[in-house]
């Protein structure tokens, strides 16, 4: 979790959800939670990628509008 932005941890879960997996993510800090769907074939460094850049995008996003 080397791209992840910020002081706070991050919390990730995953649930298969059908023939798709759900991934979370929460930061520990600010509480903001984002998430993605993903195929059963994509790797756990796929998704953990992914949704830590979204995680990023939505706290950047947040911080540019305060």
Not at 6 to 21: K, M, P, S, T
Not at 27 to 51: F, N, Q, R
Request: hydrophobic share 35%; net charge negative.
């Amino acid at each position: 979790m080397d791209q992840r932005q910020g002081d706070g941890e991050v919390i990730l879960e995953f649930h298969r959800v059908g023939n798709a997996i759900k991934v979370s993510a929460i930061d520990t800090k600010t509480y903001v939670e984002v998430s993605i769907v993903a195929p059963l074939d994509s790797t756990e460094k796929h998704m953990t990628d992914t949704v830590l850049q979204k995680l990023n995008y939505v706290l950047a996003k947040r911080k540019r509008d305060e």
